[in-house]
């Protein structure tokens, strides 16, 4: 571009004008910065009235645009929407009127992913982003040229930095680097593409916490693929139980009785609890205080479950918290999905041998427990993988052993 008009809300006085119109200069350009609400259509249309007429306006890149912190969408106030919607939203369609009709060679408009696959806590951003992908679709519909891109996170600064950028790191959005972004950009434009997402996942982080409380079309083609194990990323959390994880858990649930497996299964979600916020202090963990109102979301419920798996050799749902929701019900669920009824009968086993160790040594009496106990083996054995029933011939009759011979001959 011969010429470019750069607006801001501080114009030159914003960080970084003076050695952004050097570097620009430098490549050839002339280059007007001037002071300019977007959203101001009275100042709008005046910087736009004073583009000379000679080298007149081919092109608009809307990048404006305001964050919000996380506000549950029932919070947010009208002035704070209000507020998040006029820089992005207003702006875009202040532009949009004021150059309608000038037969635009492109029409860009920044846009976000909160729009596209939504951003916990943001829903007025989410909004204002949404916003501007259905007016360059309503342009386009004219006959208007637009391109709306949804971006991921940009690195290098701007809103994705410090706390924000290690957030959506965790959430599994990677940060990219801006001359790709900017390739990607060009492609977008020259193709043509009205709306079109640009962004860099980590997908085995993103994908289970994307599609933990329900199903998502977006990506329901993602979904499978990901599910193959080497698409499994050890940073994530492995779903799947650690082997030999369980077995000091399996032991300390053995020897006891129904009500202190429970109680012990909820020492053990406390601990994990506790290890998944912060908190370092099992005791803070109330047993029927709903995970929600102790600071979960589904990034921490993820994270929670996995660290469940590892310490139960169980393949526990993403969803886990969601449907089993205080540390009670969770340690309830535990138990159950354990097998109650094995541990109960292992309890009875060990109480067993403590009684065998007792009994008399008089011979009939231990034959008689030896062949009951041995008969009560074979129904332990898991059951051999063949169509014949398993016939045991230590134990068989001889009228028994010489009717499978024949059958097995075909005499019968």
């Not at 009235?49 to 947010?76: K, S």
């Not at 992913?113 to 309503?138: E, P």
């Not at 599910?227 to 399996?250: C, F, H, K, M, V």
Request: hydrophobic letters at 45%; one cysteine or more.
């Amino acid at each position: 571009a011969a010429h470019l008009v750069l607006t801001s809300r501080r114009g030159p006085g914003a960080p970084g004008a003076a050695e952004l119109r050097e570097e620009l200069t430098g490549l050839g350009a002339r280059v007007t910065i001037t002071a300019c609400d977007a959203a101001d259509a009275d100042r709008l249309a005046a910087v736009l009235a004073a583009i000379d007429p000679a080298e007149p306006l081919t092109a608009v890149v809307h990048t404006a645009g305001l964050t919000q912190p996380e506000i549950p969408v029932t919070a947010l106030s009208t002035a704070e929407l209000a507020r998040i919607l006029r820089g992005k939203a207003e702006g875009a369609r202040q532009l949009d009127a004021l150059t309608t009709g000038l037969g635009l060679d492109a029409f860009v408009l920044f846009s976000s992913g909160a729009g596209t696959w939504g951003d916990a806590g943001k829903a007025g951003y989410a909004a204002a982003n949404a916003y501007l992908d259905a007016l360059a679709q309503a342009r386009r519909a004219r006959g208007e040229a637009a391109t709306s891109v949804a971006w991921g996170a940009w690195d290098g600064g701007g809103m994705v930095e410090g706390e924000v950028s290690d957030l959506l790191t965790r959430r599994g959005m990677r940060l990219m680097r801006p001359e790709s972004a900017v390739r990607a950009l060009a492609l977008a434009v020259g193709h043509g593409d009205t709306t079109v997402a640009i962004a860099h996942f980590d997908l085995a982080r993103f994908l289970p916490l994307y599609t933990m409380t329900r199903d998502r079309r977006l990506v329901a083609g993602l979904v499978a693929a990901q599910e193959e194990p080497e698409q499994q990323n050890p940073d994530a959390g492995d779903t799947r139980p650690r082997p030999g994880g369980s077995g000091a858990l399996a032991d300390r649930l053995a020897g006891l009785s129904a009500e202190e497996r429970e109680a012990a299964l909820v020492d053990v979600v406390r601990r994990e609890a506790a290890a998944v916020l912060a908190t370092g202090r099992p005791e803070e963990i109330r047993p029927r205080r709903a995970f929600k109102e102790l600071g979960f979301d589904s990034m921490t419920a993820l994270e929670f479950r996995n660290r469940l798996n590892a310490s139960t050799g169980l393949r526990l749902p993403a969803t886990l918290v969601f449907d089993h929701p205080t540390p009670a019900a969770l340690a309830r669920h535990l138990r159950d999905e354990l097998g109650g009824g094995t541990y109960d009968v292992l309890a009875d086993l060990e109480r067993l041998a403590a009684q065998l160790s007792a009994l008399p040594d008089e011979e009939w009496t231990r034959l008689d427990l030896a062949g009951r106990l041995g008969a009560l083996l074979r129904r332990a054995e898991p059951a051999a993988e063949t169509d014949a029933p398993r016939q045991d011939l230590a134990a068989a009759t001889n009228d028994e052993i010489f009717d499978l011979i024949d059958r097995e001959l075909g005499i019968r």
